[in-house]
């Protein structure tokens, strides 16, 4: 079997080490990967072990690549796994990769959809049946859906839009203002009868122009 006969710091990555069998450069690797399979110099290596430790090394990268995408916004196992699979991840590793994340909680379906549902509140408000359609594109089970929309408010979101738009709509006679309200209101999802209700408590905006 061929004899490790160097273990050397890579000059463009300290992190990494690169590994010589019988006096060839065979492949780089993290120095955490090479201290947890107690790499040595005087070590032999069988093909097998050395397949091994590539494939834990290109996970290790995957890990890595997975972590920095999450580091933008909270992801859902499916985006997770999908960012993986189109990188070429084999399904093992992936699965190995995911079972990490939620152990680290890194993953978390139910609070992913909490911060989507969160975040379109805030700044992107839309009606139930839309924020459902989203999160089922994302992967999140719809038990989940359901549990974390169940306490979503549709007449204060319809409020919220109404009253951001307020300043858009000044100049506008107010019949035309409420067509455009409801039009808008109408392309997020929610219900005629919800939009009903939510212009009934903005009446003072909406009344004619004296």
């Known amino acids: 079997m061929p004899k ?33 399979v107690k790499l040595a110099v005087g070590q032999e290596l069988s093909t097998q072990k050395i397949g091994e430790i590539k494939n834990q090394d ?16 909270p992801r859902s196992e499916k985006e997770v796994v999908d960012y993986l699979g189109k990188k070429g991840t084999e399904p093992g590793a992936i699965g190995r990769i995911v079972f990490r994340l939620k152990k680290e909680g890194y993953l978390d379906d139910q609070e992913f959809a909490r911060w989507w549902v969160d975040q379109r509140r805030r700044f992107r408000p839309r009606s139930r049946y839309f924020l459902k359609g989203e999160l089922i594109k994302k992967g999140v089970g719809v038990e989940i859906i359901n549990r974390v929309l169940e306490n979503v408010d549709e007449s204060s979101l319809i409020e919220k839009i109404i009253l951001e738009r307020k300043n858009r709509l000044a100049d506008l006679e107010p019949s035309r203002a409420k067509e455009k309200l409801i039009a808008y209101l109408s392309r997020r999802g929610f219900s005629w009868e919800n939009i009903k209700l939510g212009l009934e408590k903005t009446a003072p905006f909406l009344t004619k122009k004296t």
Do not use: M
């Not at 490790?4 to 010589?20: E, G, H, M, P």
């Not at 006096?23 to 201290?35: P, Y």
């Not at 890990?63 to 580091?71: A, G, K, Q």
């Open 4 to 36: 490790i006969t160097a273990l050397s710091s890579q000059k463009n990555d300290s992190s990494r080490v690169s590994l010589y069998l019988d006096g060839k450069f065979t492949l780089g690797l993290s120095k955490d990967l090479a201290c947890r």
């Open 58 to 73: 290109q996970e290790e990268k995957h890990l890595d690549s997975v972590y920095h995408y999450l580091s933008y916004r």
